[in-house]
Structures are given as structure tokens and as C-alpha cells.
């Protein structure tokens, strides 16, 4: 992000112990959503389970980051980049935390629809799951690079997620009408499309903040727009 | 001038003998604001202070280029008395400095010998003092020596002091560098007080320092004013690099 190093180099370390954190705490949501899709096309209800249960890791390291950036507020009282660097990571923080909670959504979802006969082969959600799990990758890798770019790429593919979950909506509307008995399922199989798009939010949500870590102008909100 | 505006800097060029300190500096002070100037060592900013009310003047082989005007005269002009400068300019300084004289006297005697002021000197010492907020610690000691005053309540009194001549402006150089938190908290406060009737132009190492207590900021290096901006914008979200690396600890 920037070249130059801070004169205390416990401070530079602690930052990047931070920054660290993030990307580390990013590669643990994306392996959980990639384990409960898999575990939903794979129809492998051990790994649910298993997405389940490590969602407390994703938990503590959040809590875990949070203090961090408190205790660095605290004690360095950073300016600048670095102020807008830490209030960014606290919410990213926040945001990835949320996102491990909707890959548990999701392999719950699979457990219950995993006892139940395929309703129809899975083709949009995996593409959806690529395009979030990519979404979140990027969005952190922007933030490391401070790239404005890369953020609102990151933007965009939200609409494609958007127009791809109504697009699933639709189609399972149609099972729905033309046979009841597969509406439990369809249900379902709404929920996790509903979840990924959710995500989807979440990670447009970090490309904002790495938006604002760089030029310090909030981009969240469309009354934002009016401000500029 | 615009009414805002106390002192304007027009290209101003200052020299140590052959060294150029200050390189081309225009800028303008606002009135009834508080201004902070800071920067690393040598970068400047205590010479530009002490340049606004002639200080540099008692250094010999300085040199002063360009205009500072202040109620729109230059003040470096010729027929320009720089005694009557500094009534108008106050300053504290870095360590508090009082006169080995009693509290009263320490207030009192500017004003005594500056022959035009003619009222009542006990009043003028009780007013600086309780704007200085030292009345209600010093009222019942007026009598005894102010180096027996600590080191808080002495920078408290010389800005008394400063205040007693009223002036328009209150140069200030690192005026807490030498407190403790406590006394600089209240140094802190009083400058926020202050800040109703006086413009406070303040000199300050302390990056936070210059966060809390001042409307706007001006980062200088190496004799150049790099930046200046609302001290607001200079902590969160500066313009230059150069600025950012400062205020973040990246140098200096």
C-alpha cells in the first residue's frame, strides 16, 4: 500500500500482524463456503457438519482482529492511512465473520436437503459460489494492494450475483408451480441461493471500505454520491 | 485583506547568514483561530513563529525577504516599531520563563512600563490571571515569588502575562514540551478558551496535541510549508504523501 516504512518497526509489525489476519481470515470463509457448496453437491452431510462446527475459529479470530485494532487505537493513535487502514479492518473483520456465518446457513440447508431426492442438477449455484468466493479473494487482495481498480470490479461482479440468484428464483418458482411436493426443497435450495447473494453483499461491502481506506471518501451509501 | 485574516505571509524567504531557512512561504493566518505548525526538526516552523512578531530580528545576521503583513502593514517596513509589534504579538515559550519578581510583578510590570497604559493595574493583573486560570490558585500568594510556582502554573502565568499587554495574537512555542499531562491538559483548555479573543498560533512537537486543540495545520519540511490545511482533513486524510508519512511516524 505504501513504501515507506513506519520509524517504529514494532508498530509496522502490528499493523501487518493485522492485515495478516485478514487475509488469513478470508481464506477460512472461502474454504467454508466452497466445503458447504461441495457439501451440497457432493451430498456429503459429514462435511456440512463439519463447516458447522469450524465456524468458532472464524468467530474467535474475528473477536481476535477486533481487539487488535482497538488496542492499536489505544496505544498508537494512528493518523491518516493508517486511522483509515484500522477502522477499515474492523469492519472487514466484521464482514468476513458474517460471511462464515452464512456458509453454516448453507450447510445447514444441505444437511436437510441432503436427506431428500435431488430436486434438479446444481449448475447456477456452483457458478454463484465461484463468483463470491472470487469476490472476497479480490476484495482483500485490494485492500493489500490499496487497489481502487480491483474494488470496483469487485462492484460489478455483485450485479452478476444479483441477476444470477433472480435468475434461480424464477426457475425453482416453476418447480414449485407445477409440482407441490417440491416446494420444501426448492425452499431450500432459495435459502442458499438468498445466502450467496448475501455474501455477495458482504464482500461489495469490503471493496467499499478498501474504496474508502484509499481516497477517504465513503462510497457505501447512495446518498454518498450526493455528498461528492 | 479579507476580515478574517490577521497576518498574511507573501513570499517570504528567511536567512541564517548564507542559509536559507524558510523558502518562499505565502500563507495566512486566520483570526480567532487556533493554527499549528509542525513539522520535524530544523524544518522551520519555530523560525516562521518567531519571525511574526520580530523575534529573529535579536539574531544577528538574519534576513528577512518578502512581506508579512498584520492590519496591512508589513511589519518588517522600516518606520515599523518592532516594541510595538510584540505588544500586539505575544509569546510563550518552550520552558516557562517568569521574572524572578513576585506573581503581581510578573503581570504587572509590562504594562507598567509600557508608558500609554494608564488604568488600574490591579484589575489588569486579576483579569490576565483568570484568564489564564491561575487567579484561584495565586489570588491569596500575589506577593510571593513565582519561581516558587510549579512548573505548570508558571506557563499558566507567563501566558498571564502575555495576555496582560492584550494582544491581538499569541505566539506559542512548544508551550507544554516541558509539562506534565495534568498541566498540559490545562494549557490545552485554556488555549480553547483563548481562542474567543485571541488568534493562538502554536509551535508543537506533539502530533496529538496539534489534533486536539487546533482549527488548522501547517506541515513544513526543510523550510518549505508542504501543506496546509484544516487540521481535521491533515489527521484523517492529508493531500501530500510527504504529509501523510509525517503524521503517521513514517519519519522525523
Given amino acids: 500500500m505504501e513504501?515507506?516504512?513506519?520509524?517504529?518497526?514494532?508498530?509496522?509489525?502490528?499493523?501487518?500482524?493485522?492485515?495478516?489476519?485478514?487475509?488469513?481470515l478470508g481464506a477460512l470463509t472461502e474454504k467454508a463456503i466452497q466445503a458447504a457448496m461441495q457439501s451440497l453437491t457432493e451430498r456429503n452431510t459429514e462435511l456440512a457438519q463439519h463447516v458447522i462446527n469450524n465456524d468458532d475459529e472464524i468467530d474467535k479470530l474475528d473477536t481476535d482482529?477486533?481487539?487488535?485494532?482497538?488496542?492499536?487505537?489505544?496505544?498508537?493513535?494512528?493518523?491518516?492511512?493508517?486511522?483509515?487502514f484500522i477502522?477499515?479492518?474492523?469492519?472487514?473483520t466484521g464482514h468476513l465473520e458474517r460471511i462464515g456465518d452464512m456458509a453454516v446457513n448453507i450447510a445447514e440447508k444441505a444437511i436437510l436437503l441432503n436427506k431428500e431426492p435431488k430436486l434438479k442438477p446444481y449448475i447456477d449455484l456452483p457458478r454463484m459460489s465461484g463468483l463470491v468466493e472470487a469476490m472476497i479473494r479480490n476484495a482483500l487482495d485490494s485492500m493489500i494492494k490499496g487497489d481502487l481498480q480491483a474494488a470496483e470490479k469487485v462492484r460489478e461482479t455483485e450485479q452478476v450475483v444479483?441477476?444470477?440468484?433472480?435468475?434461480?428464483?424464477?426457475?425453482?418458482?416453476?418447480?414449485?408451480?407445477?409440482?407441490?411436493?417440491?416446494?420444501?426443497?426448492?425452499?431450500?435450495?432459495?435459502?442458499?441461493?438468498k445466502n450467496l447473494e448475501r455474501i455477495a453483499d458482504h464482500a461489495k461491502g469490503i471493496a467499499d471500505m478498501v474504496t474508502y481506506m484509499v481516497t477517504g471518501k465513503s462510497v457505501r451509501h447512495k446518498s454518498d454520491d450526493v455528498k461528492k | 485583506m479579507d476580515s478574517n485574516i490577521i497576518i498574511k505571509l507573501n513570499n517570504v524567504n528567511f536567512y541564517y547568514g548564507n542559509n536559507r531557512a524558510l523558502t518562499d512561504i505565502s500563507m495566512t493566518f486566520r483570526k480567532n483561530k487556533v493554527?499549528?505548525?509542525?513539522?520535524?526538526?530544523?524544518?522551520?516552523?519555530?523560525?516562521?513563529?518567531?519571525?511574526?512578531?520580530?523575534?529573529?530580528?535579536?539574531?544577528?545576521?538574519?534576513?528577512?525577504?518578502?512581506?508579512?503583513?498584520?492590519?496591512?502593514?508589513?511589519?518588517?517596513?522600516?518606520?515599523?516599531?518592532?516594541?510595538?509589534?510584540?505588544?500586539?504579538?505575544?509569546?510563550?515559550?518552550?520552558?516557562?520563563?517568569?521574572?524572578?519578581?513576585?506573581?503581581?510583578?510578573?503581570?504587572?510590570?509590562?504594562?507598567?512600563?509600557?508608558?500609554?497604559?494608564t488604568g488600574d493595574i490591579n484589575t489588569l493583573v486579576e483579569q490576565s490571571l483568570k484568564q489564564a486560570v491561575l487567579w484561584d490558585e495565586v489570588k491569596d500568594i500575589l506577593n510571593q515569588s513565582a519561581m516558587k510556582l510549579s512548573g505548570g502554573q508558571q506557563q499558566r502565568l507567563c501566558i498571564a502575562r502575555a495576555l496582560a499587554m492584550k494582544p491581538d495574537i499569541l505566539l506559542m512555542d512548544e508551550p507544554t514540551s516541558a509539562l506534565d499531562p495534568i498541566s498540559t491538559a490545562k494549557i490545552e483548555e485554556l488555549i480553547e478558551e483563548l481562542k474567543k479573543n485571541y488568534?493562538?498560533?502554536?509551535?508543537?512537537?506533539?502530533?496529538?496535541?496539534a489534533a486536539r486543540i487546533s482549527d488548522e495545520t501547517a506541515f513544513f519540511y526543510l523550510g518549505n510549508l508542504v501543506e496546509y490545511n484544516k487540521t481535521e482533513k491533515i489527521f484523517t486524510n492529508p493531500d501530500v504523501k510527504h504529509t501523510e508519512d509525517y503524521i503517521t511516524g513514517r519519519f522525523g
Fill in chain 2, 199 to 209: 488568534t493562538i498560533i502554536i509551535v508543537t512537537h506533539n502530533m496529538q496535541q
Fill in chain 1, 65 to 84: 482482529m477486533e481487539e487488535r485494532c482497538v488496542k492499536l487505537l489505544a496505544l498508537r493513535q494512528p493518523a491518516a492511512i493508517d486511522l483509515r
Fill in chain 1, 3 to 24: 513504501e515507506r516504512r513506519h520509524t517504529s518497526s514494532h508498530y509496522e509489525m502490528e499493523l501487518q500482524e493485522i492485515k495478516n489476519g485478514l487475509i488469513y
Fill in chain 1, 162 to 193: 444479483d441477476d444470477l440468484n433472480e435468475q434461480i428464483f424464477r426457475e425453482l418458482l416453476t418447480f414449485m408451480m407445477e409440482d407441490s411436493k417440491s416446494i420444501h426443497r426448492a425452499l431450500l435450495i432459495m435459502h442458499v441461493s
Fill in chain 2, 35 to 117: 493554527t499549528a505548525l509542525i513539522g520535524p526538526s530544523g524544518c522551520g516552523k519555530s523560525t516562521l513563529l518567531r519571525l511574526l512578531n520580530r523575534m529573529n530580528d535579536l539574531i544577528d545576521g538574519t534576513r528577512v525577504e518578502g512581506e508579512i503583513l498584520f492590519e496591512e502593514k508589513n511589519i518588517y517596513d522600516p518606520e515599523i516599531d518592532p516594541v510595538e509589534i510584540r505588544k500586539k504579538v505575544g509569546m510563550v515559550f518552550q520552558k516557562p520563563n517568569p521574572f524572578p519578581k513576585t506573581i503581581y510583578n510578573n503581570i504587572a510590570y509590562g504594562p507598567k512600563l509600557a508608558s500609554n497604559n
Fill in chain 1, 87 to 92: 477502522t477499515t479492518a474492523v469492519k472487514i
